[in-house]
């Protein structure tokens, strides 16, 4: 293979004309961004908190369309947006894994600005859309009004200007100026490697995605109902990624379709972004009964129903009693689909103690608040128990099938965050169970293909990596899931920026992509 190891310009943040401020009010100038910013501190005494809302339940279980209120008010927005305080040390953006810009666009928005606000999210998210739908928003348990008022509605912020964006024809190809000659492989097509292709592509190196399943995006395409997020949003994404000049190579497993030598002796570096979707086993008799299935081979089987295709395994809650194991958003994602398809009872089940309602005094702000909040799924039905530990599941009829979940009702102690000792409370807690979805965390990826070569994972079945998420093979990277565990969207999206940066030094001995995680803020739990 030729390579040519040119300097490249990489396309940043590109900014229009400065904003003026419409009004006498001071302007303001980040050391990030500079960029004036109005500064409007009464903005959330004018107006209340108003995030974009959700369909009403009993209309969004109806139907598998997103539950998100479809249509949002430009001008609605531009209040949230002077609600931001511009408070001068914007924790916002360091409870956000990729440093959004989160003040910039808040006061872009308010004035109108959208297609700068637009670009200013594009500089640190490549995807604001997988976000500005899916994310738990820790940045508004971060802003400043969250001390003793409602959050700057951040998170609605975010996906109205990509929404105006896709709307407006805003967001278009931008492929790279030219070519270095270097070529590199993505392993994974989620967040993680959808980012780190676009990044890598874009400082002028030939990418090649390869994805075992016949549709790429991960978990946002085969995993997140499409109620959640519509896959409309992936197959926009990929039209222009594959537009800026990336191949994608679907239905091959890199492992077993193709070789991971071939693959590393053809490419100058590689990244493995392979996810975590290695389920955690439930440790009690009966987990082989029918009727019991991991959240992921069920979940998937209705992501391919909702895009008219054959859902192989069959499965659905229809008329049955559905237990759920796992008080976690993967759980709840069980919950809404069971209800969708016309479940006779569901009942969500978490071994931990219900959370607070406050945030206790060693949760303090600006930490991710550990708070009972109601989740979407709840909000549509459905019993949900906590501090129930599973202790068997039982065929009563000896049919081979599941029909009871059997536990006990505990009080735990904790250590360290972590489960101690439990009180039994009621030993004899048995709920009917004609289907049973484990959702009770994922521990690594499935396989590692590159284990003969040498990448190898650490204790907790992750893929080992150092500081550059270089993995112990010299040019083999791994991003996502994959390095960290189970997360987020956003922290995928992040490490898949990181791992591009540092693809491209390894290549070109620098790298002008912008560094991504720039907080120490660690990764939400699953
Ligand atoms: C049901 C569910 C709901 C979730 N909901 C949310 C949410 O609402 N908000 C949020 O922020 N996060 C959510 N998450 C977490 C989020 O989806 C993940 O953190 C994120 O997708 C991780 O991205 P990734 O790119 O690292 O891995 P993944 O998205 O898992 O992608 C990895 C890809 O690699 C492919 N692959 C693996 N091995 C190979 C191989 N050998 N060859 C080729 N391809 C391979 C896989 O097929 C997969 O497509 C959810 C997770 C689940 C399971």
């Known amino acids: 293979m030729t390579i040519r190891n040119t300097k490249h310009a990489i396309p940043q943040v590109r900014r ?25 501190p009464d903005g959330y005494r004018k107006h209340p908190r ?9 209309e969004r279980t109806a139907d598998f369309r997103e539950i998100w ?15 931001c305080v511009d408070c001068g040390v914007p924790t916002c953006m360091s409870g956000c894994p990729i440093g959004n810009r989160i003040p910039e666009w808040n006061d872009l928005v308010h004035k109108e600005d959208w297609k700068e606000a637009l670009q200013q999210l594009h500089a640190t998210n490549n995807f604001p859309e997988f976000t500005g739908y899916t994310c738990p928003a820790p940045c508004e348990d971060a802003c400043v009004l969250a001390v003793n008022d409602d959050a700057v509605a951040i998170k609605s912020i975010e996906r109205a200007i990509v929404d105006k964006g896709w709307e407006e024809g805003w967001i278009q190809p931008e492929p790279p100026a030219e070519r270095t000659g270097f070529q590199v492989a993505v392993v994974g097509s989620g967040p993680a490697g959808l980012a780190a292709a676009q990044q890598l592509n874009r400082a002028g190196h030939r990418v090649t995605v390869y994805e075992r399943d016949d549709a790429l995006g991960g978990l946002m395409t085969y995993g997140i109902p499409d109620f959640k ?48 979707q290695k389920h955690r086993e439930l440790p009690v008799p009966g987990t ?10 069920f979940l998937p089987q209705e992501n391919r129903r909702q895009q008219g295709q054959a859902a192989p395994g069959g499965v659905t809650a229809t008329h049955k009693n559905v237990v759920v194991l796992g008080g976690g958003s993967t759980g709840a994602d069980c919950v809404a ?6 479940a006779k009872q569901v ?27 109601k989740t979407y799924a709840q909000e549509e039905g459905g019993a949900q128990e906590f501090a129930v530990n599973t202790t068997e599941l039982a065929d009563l009829d000896g049919d081979g099938r599941v029909d009871e979940l059997r536990a006990e009702r505990v009080d735990w102690t904790y250590e360290n965050g972590s489960r101690a000792d439990k009180t039994v409370v009621d030993p004899d807690v048995r709920v009917p169970a004609d289907l049973v979805l484990v959702a009770i965390g994922f521990v690594g990826p499935e396989r590692n293909p590159f284990a003969h070569l040498g990448v190898r994972q650490t204790d907790d079945g992750t893929v080992a990596t150092d500081d550059r998420l270089m993995t112990d093979v010299d040019g083999v990277f791994a ?16 490490e898949g920026r990181d791992a591009a940066r540092q693809v491209d030094r390894y290549l070109t001995g620098d790298t002008e992509l912008p560094a991504s995680l720039q907080t120490a803020n660690p990764p939400l739990g699953r």
């Open 288 to 297: 082989g009964l029918d009727g019991v299935l991991p959240a992921m081979e």
């Open 229 to 276: 997020f519509a896959k409309r949003r992936v197959d926009q994404r990929i039209d222009q990624l594959r537009q800026e000049g990336i191949t994608f190579e679907t239905s091959t497993e890199v492992g077993a379709d193709l070789a991971a030598d071939r693959l590393h002796d053809a490419y100058d570096a590689t990244c493995l972004a392979l996810g975590a």
């Open 50 to 58: 108003r995030p974009i809302g959700k369909r009403s339940a009993p």
């Open 337 to 342: 689909t069971a209800h969708r398809q016309g």
């Open 69 to 83: 209120a479809p249509e949002w008010s430009p001008e609605a927005l531009q209040d949230q947006g002077e609600r």
């Open 16 to 40: 229009s004309a400065p904003c003026t401020s419409p009004t006498s009010e001071p302007l303001l100038t980040d050391p990030v961004c500079p960029m004036p910013r109005e500064h409007h």
């Open 479 to 494: 991003a996502g899931d994959a390095r960290m565990g189970a997360s987020l969207v956003v922290w995928a999206i992040g």
């Open 347 to 373: 009942v969500q089940i978490g071994i931990n103690q219900k959370p607070p309602s406050e945030r206790p005094a060693d949760n303090p702000w600006p930490e991710t608040a550990q708070v009972y909040t």
